[in-house]
């Protein structure tokens, strides 16, 4: 089941995993993201920290573009986090390859959840990729966001996950998605139920 729920991710009870919008240097301390490694304190930061050092050891980035990575939630009203880095659309060389981009994020974040045990999963809990401070347009980003995650948990592979809850306070992304849902709710699901949770 996918809902929307416009609400602050970091006081949302009652999931199993969290996920965040990361920038590639695992560093929170932007948009959403800085929020949640706020709440998440310190040993959300150290464990950021241990993975950047482990991957730049090696010459990388820490968590560039299209990639995920898992930690504890620490501090977190949840088990696990799982910290994605969509598109930076402030940056031009992103902007143009987006939708590429915004797939392989959330297919990176599918891959994090698959390594979880299904009692672990139950419910995920996550900001929508790319639509805070990276300034994906929202419009496309609804249409694709709602496009991927669908074909996702209606794939013939049980994913174990049994709910899938975008919660969000970007107003334009919810604006965009209602006119999304509106201009197709023939071919999609549900009902908007946005209101009960101001």
């Given at each position: 089941m996918l809902k929307v729920i416009f609400a602050d991710i970091t006081r949302f009870e009652g999931?199993?995993?969290?996920?965040?919008?990361?920038n590639?240097?695992?560093a929170g301390r932007e948009g959403v993201d800085g929020l949640v490694h706020d709440a998440g304190g310190p040993g959300l930061r150290t464990a950021c920290d241990a993975i950047a050092a482990e991957r730049r050891a090696k010459n990388l980035q820490p968590c560039p573009a299209g990639t995920a990575v898992t930690t504890g939630a620490f501090d977190l009203p949840a088990e696990k986090l799982i910290h994605v880095t969509g598109p930076d659309c402030r940056r031009p060389n992103q902007d143009e390859g987006r939708r590429d981009l915004l797939r392989q994020s959330y297919e990176a974040m599918f891959m994090e959840l698959a390594k979880l045990?299904?009692?672990e999963k139950q419910t995920v809990v996550a900001s929508p990729l790319s639509m805070d401070i990276f300034v994906y347009p929202h419009r496309e980003g609804a249409r694709l966001t709602m496009e991927i995650l669908l074909t996702w948990l209606d794939a013939v592979e049980?994913?174990?996950?049994?709910h899938y809850l975008i919660v969000t306070r970007?107003?334009?992304f919810i604006t965009n998605l209602k006119?999304?849902?509106r201009e197709s709710e023939d071919?999609?699901?549900g009902f908007d139920s946005t209101r009960e949770y101001r």
């Amino acid at each position: 089941m996918l809902k929307v729920i416009f609400a602050d991710i970091t006081r949302f009870e009652g999931g199993d995993v969290m996920v965040t919008t990361a920038n590639n240097r695992l560093a929170g301390r932007e948009g959403v993201d800085g929020l949640v490694h706020d709440a998440g304190g310190p040993g959300l930061r150290t464990a950021c920290d241990a993975i950047a050092a482990e991957r730049r050891a090696k010459n990388l980035q820490p968590c560039p573009a299209g990639t995920a990575v898992t930690t504890g939630a620490f501090d977190l009203p949840a088990e696990k986090l799982i910290h994605v880095t969509g598109p930076d659309c402030r940056r031009p060389n992103q902007d143009e390859g987006r939708r590429d981009l915004l797939r392989q994020s959330y297919e990176a974040m599918f891959m994090e959840l698959a390594k979880l045990k299904d009692e672990e999963k139950q419910t995920v809990v996550a900001s929508p990729l790319s639509m805070d401070i990276f300034v994906y347009p929202h419009r496309e980003g609804a249409r694709l966001t709602m496009e991927i995650l669908l074909t996702w948990l209606d794939a013939v592979e049980d994913a174990g996950v049994k709910h899938y809850l975008i919660v969000t306070r970007e107003q334009n992304f919810i604006t965009n998605l209602k006119t999304i849902y509106r201009e197709s709710e023939d071919q999609l699901p549900g009902f908007d139920s946005t209101r009960e949770y101001r």
